[in-house]
């Protein structure tokens, strides 16, 4: 559990039960949200590294990490927008991280998109590029990627 400014914030991984309010917050969230089949099958293939922040038993935001053969690929992150800088996209990410294996994880956003590219650059992720026009509605995507890495375990 996290303590943020708003109260306790539980992260855990996604449930089935979870996938209707995953699918509204992404309407809300989202100029062009993915569809919900996408995102059934994204918590269903990745069931460590979909995860769900939840505050008093209602989902707050999610955050899903896929696995492609080069990489790891942060497909998503979303916040309610009343729980926005508030600490819980960061909580989201901190609980990725651990669970992460080493190597590269890369995302997309827009390239409008200031307060996540924020985050993204406080949490040690660097500009590799710009997809143009990757969006619908024809705005570019900046790319951006960190390399995870592990510290190894100390036996006592």
């Keep these: 559990m996290e303590t943020l400014a708003s109260g306790i914030v539980q992260i855990r991984?996604?449930?089935?039960d979870d996938l209707g309010a995953i699918h509204e917050l992404e309407e809300t969230c989202f100029r062009d949200p993915f569809p919900s089949y996408f995102i059934?099958?994204?918590?269903?293939?990745?069931?460590?590294?979909?995860?769900?922040?939840?505050?008093?038993?209602r989902i707050l935001a999610?955050?899903?990490?896929?696995?492609w053969s080069d990489h790891q690929h942060l497909v998503s992150i979303a916040v309610d927008s009343n729980s926005r800088r508030k600490g819980v996209a960061q909580s989201l990410l901190n609980a990725l991280f651990d669970r992460l294996?080493?190597?590269?994880?890369?995302?997309?956003?827009?390239?409008?998109?200031e307060a996540?590219?924020?985050?993204?650059?406080?949490?040690?992720?660097?500009?590799?590029?710009v997809t143009y026009s990757y969006y619908t509605d024809g705005e570019d995507a900046i790319q951006m990627e960190k390399w995870i890495t592990k510290k190894d375990e100390i036996l006592a």
């Design 62 to 67: 999610y955050a899903a990490v896929d696995n």
């Design 13 to 16: 991984p996604v449930r089935s």
């Design 116 to 129: 996540a590219l924020a985050l993204y650059l406080k949490n040690g992720f660097h500009n590799i590029g």
């Design 40 to 57: 059934d099958q994204l918590a269903q293939a990745n069931p460590e590294t979909f995860l769900v922040a939840i505050d008093d038993s």
């Design 101 to 113: 294996k080493e190597g590269p994880l890369r995302l997309e956003l827009r390239r409008s998109n």
